[in-house]
C-alpha cells in the first residue's frame, strides 16, 4: 500500500524557516517524481515545487523561487521542502505527491498519489 506521510508543519513568525519532509511507504521513490502543493483556506490547491527522479532537476513557482528549496535522499525515500523567510501568504495546508513521469508537473491532476498534508501557519 502507497503511502506518503508529511510532518515539519507549525506555527512561525514571519521571516522564520520550515524544513517539511515527506516520507513514501510501499513504493521506491526513486521511481517517481516528486512535488510540493499547498492549500490555503478558500483558494485552490497550487503547485509549489517538483523534484526530477533522479533529484537533477527542480523547479519552484515564481512565489516562492528563492526562498523555499525542494531536494530528495532516494535512499531514505524522503522528500525534503526548506523553506526561508517565510511569509504569512504562505499559511496553508502542504502536500506532497508522487508522479511517474521523469521530470514531474505542475498539475494537481497529473500527481499519482497524495498525503495527507501538513499545516503550515505563519504569522505577522
Known amino acids: 500500500q502507497v503511502q506518503l506521510v508529511e510532518s515539519g508543519g507549525g506555527l512561525v513568525q514571519a521571516g522564520g524557516s520550515l524544513r517539511l519532509s515527506c516520507a513514501l511507504s510501499?513504493?521506491?521513490?526513486?521511481?517517481?517524481?516528486m512535488g510540493w502543493f499547498r492549500q490555503a483556506p478558500g483558494k485552490e490547491r497550487e503547485f509549489v515545487a517538483r523534484?526530477?527522479?533522479?533529484?537533477?532537476?527542480?523547479w519552484h513557482a515564481d512565489s516562492v523561487k528563492g526562498r523555499f528549496t525542494i531536494s530528495r535522499e532516494n535512499a531514505k525515500n524522503t522528500v525534503y521542502l526548506q523553506m526561508n523567510n517565510l511569509e504569512p501568504e504562505d499559511t496553508a495546508v502542504y502536500y506532497c505527491?508522487?508522479?511517474?513521469?521523469?521530470?514531474?508537473?505542475?498539475?494537481?491532476?497529473?500527481?499519482?498519489?497524495w498525503g495527507k498534508g501538513t499545516l503550515v501557519t505563519v504569522s505577522s
Open positions: 523534484i526530477s527522479r533522479s533529484g537533477g532537476a527542480t
Open positions: 505527491a508522487t508522479d511517474m513521469s521523469r521530470y514531474g508537473s505542475a498539475r494537481p491532476d497529473d500527481m499519482d498519489y
Open positions: 510501499g513504493r521506491t521513490l526513486s521511481f517517481y517524481a
